[in-house]
T-cell receptor, first 116, second 117 residues
Framework: TQTVSQSDAHVTVFEGDSVELRCNYS??????LSWYIQHHGRGLQFLLK??????VVQGVNGFEAEFSKSDSSFHLRKASVHWSDSAVYFC??????????????FGTGTLLSVKP | ETAVFQTPNYHVTQVGNEVSFNCKQT?????MYWYKQDSKKLLKIMFS???????VNETVPRRFSPQSSDKAHLNLRIKSVEPEDSAVYLC????????????????FGSGTRLTVL
């Protein structure tokens, strides 16, 4: 069974600060991990993903995430946030149904508030 | 740039009514999904279709039924709505081919907010 947990429901930082949003997972096989962002009133948008290779993956808008097998984590980071980064961030793990199907299981989300 | 289109954006209805939501994707993807997002932002998959075939059907009440005319369209019908159906329904698509890195990226529409009075 694959699950994903986000321990922080709400994170508040100031513009220009660095931020780390935490994600931990459990899995039973091949794993895809990804992060999505959801601005208020919008659908989710893909940020980045990890499948294999370099454990640090780069995404859009200066975001990066680091996969750690030992910690079962896939934390999202940004060195300097902008007010427009205020949104809900979802970590997701992928479950395969075999053949041509897969399903993303999302964490509970972390609301990032960036103050000016 | 929007490539997954959902209609309507909002819908308010009474308990017991039937509603239908539409979703279309212009990305040429093979797989489409419906997710339900509740008031606490929790996301739960409901259905997944690949090339018009149902491949994922999570435990949802029988009053929910997906409908796909072709791989670019996946509609959702709720036969007799209940108050707990109030939520945002998100449609998404992906290339759908397992084993490829691109298979896991989902593209979402803006959602349909359903309010059941």
């Amino acid at each position: 069974t694959q699950t994903v947990s986000q321990s922080d429901a709400h994170v508040t930082v100031f513009e220009g600060d660095s931020v780390e949003l935490r994600c931990n997972y459990s899995y039973g096989g091949s794993i895809y991990l990804s992060w999505y962002i959801q601005h208020h009133g919008r659908g989710l948008q893909f940020l980045l993903k990890y499948y294999s290779g370099n454990p640090v993956v780069q995404g859009v808008n200066g975001f990066e995430a680091e996969f750690s097998k030992s910690d079962s984590s896939f934390h999202l980071r940004k060195a300097s946030v902008h007010w427009s980064d205020s949104a809900v961030y979802f970590c997701a793990v992928s479950k395969n149904y075999g053949g041509s199907g897969n399903k993303l299981i999302f964490g509970t989300g972390t609301l990032l508030s960036v103050k000016p | 740039e929007t490539a997954v289109f959902q209609t309507p954006n909002y819908h308010v209805t009474q308990v017991g009514n039937e509603v239908s939501f539409n979703c279309k994707q212009t990305l040429g993807h093979d797989t489409m999904y419906w997710y339900k997002q509740d008031s606490k932002k929790l996301l739960k998959i409901m259905f997944s279709y690949n090339n018009k075939q149902l491949i994922v059907n999570e435990t949802v009440p029988r009053r929910f039924s997906p409908q796909s005319s072709d791989k670019a369209h996946l509609n959702l019908r709720i036969k007799s709505v209940e108050p707990e159906d109030s939520a945002v329904y998100l449609c998404a698509s992906s290339k759908g081919a397992w084993g490829g890195a691109s298979a896991e990226t989902l593209y979402f529409g803006s959602g349909t907010r359903l309010t059941v009075l």
